[in-house]
């Protein structure tokens, strides 16, 4: 009996804890975004090449650095045969050879580097540059997950209230065909009218199954990219998506090409490309640097070497680089043309997708005014129709496609005021505000 029951609590627990995993999470745009950009493999890899431009920005400043290298040696050596050529006491008495068996050298050297035809100053900018550069690139990519993931909360919105349309009006199909079968065995109605009714009801449910199939991949496609749980169950809110006033609208390209991170990006990238003409530039110079260093030497029973400091100027000229070095300059002039026709490509294209954009959303506001009025219409529609059906002034054909028509305008209705704040949220991305409006537009 205690076995029984032992057995009994633990499937009622179970069943608990399936429920439970089974419950839906409801997560704020706000926090889907925020979460994106925390979790996404994307904003990661963005972050992780800046620490890499940091680093490689850090190293070229190290150029500037002296140098500063230790050395030693010990070797051991065979008997050597030693011949003197230099008879030290001038006596012609021949002296004893020492024996020599081991060198022992230290060394320490030091250069600065004082002048490399600016090379390494033009190195510093053009990482600088390039620092910045991925940084801009970084802050885009922040700024594409967080549209993507509006985009996908904005698709579970609208497959979600299109369910929930279609839910309630199937439950009055649903009815309408109970209705029919009595109507039909009283010999009321047709039984062609009740096959149209069922066949209603027949299309919702199709229609039903689809947005369910919908909804699945969209849900996975968003959980995936929050890196939660793949079973994982999202439920938009309405308040938590369309509760909100929509503020600061762009109307013109200005604000595009002063905040779009891109653009910012290949700036940089120009201007790293202008130092880089100039470092190749620096081989037309000569190198110049200040080396000194420290010796001490033993060989043994022969000489013994302490304190030899030195001091003095290095300087190095590639007289080669006179006649080879053209083809790197005008390389590096050529990638710099490059990067300005690129910058000019991006800035047409920006003003293209902000005319787009602006474009896209006032349709999107004429669309939402036009959908409410033909709401209210096909409700209206739909009450006269049923009253004249009562009264057997119109047919079932009447009714159904009055009613057709009543779902299809709440679900129209639903779904641009969705894609009105979709649109908003495009135009404020194009124009590189998506980021630093977004918190402003939920306050």
């Keep these: 009996m205690k076995v029984s029951q032992f057995m009994l609590f633990g499937i009622f627990f179970i069943g608990i804890s399936a429920v439970e995993a089974q419950e839906k999470t409801s997560l704020t745009l706000n926090e889907a975004i925020?979460?994106?950009?925390?979790?996404?493999?994307?904003?990661?890899?963005?972050?992780?090449?800046?620490?890499?431009?940091?680093?490689?920005l850090q190293a070229t400043k190290n150029n500037q650095y002296p140098d500063l290298k230790l050395s030693?040696?010990?070797?051991?050596?065979?008997?050597?045969?030693?011949?003197?050529?230099?008879?030290?006491?001038?006596?012609?008495?021949?002296?004893?050879?020492?024996?020599?068996n081991q060198l022992m050298i230290g060394q320490l050297n030091a250069s600065v580097p004082v002048f490399s035809g600016f090379k390494i100053q033009n190195s510093i900018k053009a990482n600088e540059n390039l620092y910045q550069a991925e940084m801009a690139t970084s802050s885009q990519t922040k700024e594409e997950i967080a549209l993507r993931v509006i985009d996908y909360y904005a698709s579970l919105y609208k497959a979600q209230k299109t369910i929930e349309l279609l839910k309630e009006n199937q439950k009055s199909a649903k009815q309408r065909v109970k209705d029919f079968i009595e109507l039909e065995k009283n010999g009321i109605i047709p039984r062609n009218d009740l096959l149209k009714s069922k066949l209603q009801a027949s299309k919702i449910q199709l229609s039903l199954d689809e947005t369910n199939n919908n909804l699945k991949i969209i849900n996975f496609y968003l959980v995936t990219l929050l890196k939660l749980n793949p079973d994982t169950k999202l439920e938009i809110r309405e308040d938590d998506f369309a509760d909100f006033q929509m503020t600061n609208i762009p109307t013109n390209e200005l604000p595009a090409l002063e905040n779009r991170k891109d653009l910012e990006a290949i700036r940089f990238q120009g201007k790293a490309s202008e130092a880089n003409i100039k470092i190749a530039k620096s081989s037309y110079y000569p190198a110049?640097?200040?080396?000194?260093?420290?010796?001490?030497?033993?060989?043994?029973?022969?000489?013994?070497?302490?304190?030899?400091?030195?001091?003095?100027?290095?300087?190095?000229?590639?007289?080669?680089?006179?006649?080879?070095?053209?083809t790197l300059v005008r390389?590096?002039?050529?990638?710099?043309?490059?990067?300005?026709?690129?910058?000019?490509?991006?800035?047409?294209?920006?003003?293209?997708?902000?005319?787009?954009?602006?474009?896209?959303?006032?349709?999107?506001?004429?669309?939402?005014?036009?959908?409410?009025?033909?709401?209210?219409?096909?409700?209206?529609?739909?009450?006269?129709?049923?009253?004249?059906?009562?009264?057997?002034?119109?047919?079932?054909?009447?009714?159904?496609e009055a009613d057709v028509e009543q779902l299809n305008s709440k679900i129209n209705k639903a779904l641009a005021k969705a894609n009105t704040i979709q649109k908003y949220y495009e135009l404020l991305s194009v124009t590189g505000q998506l980021s630093q409006s977004f918190n402003l537009a939920h306050k």
């Design 288 to 326: 110049i640097a200040i080396i000194g260093g420290y010796t001490a030497l033993d060989l043994s029973n022969v000489i013994t070497v302490q304190n030899a400091m030195n001091i003095g100027v290095g300087i190095s000229y590639d007289l080669s680089a006179i006649l080879k070095n053209g």
């Design 34 to 56: 925020n979460l994106a950009w925390t979790k996404s493999n994307e904003v990661t890899l963005a972050n992780t090449k800046v620490k890499t431009k940091k680093y490689e």
């Design 331 to 400: 390389l590096a002039e050529n990638k710099y043309f490059e990067v300005q026709n690129s910058e000019a490509i991006l800035t047409d294209y920006i003003k293209i997708q902000v005319h787009k954009a602006i474009e896209d959303y006032d349709l999107a506001l004429k669309q939402n005014t036009v959908y409410e009025e033909a709401q209210e219409q096909a409700t209206e529609n739909f009450r006269i129709v049923k009253d004249k059906y009562d009264n057997g002034l119109s047919d079932t054909n009447d009714l159904l």
């Design 72 to 100: 030693g040696q010990y070797q051991r050596l065979a008997n050597a045969s030693i011949d003197f050529k230099l008879d030290q006491n001038n006596s012609g008495t021949p002296q004893a050879i020492p024996i020599v």
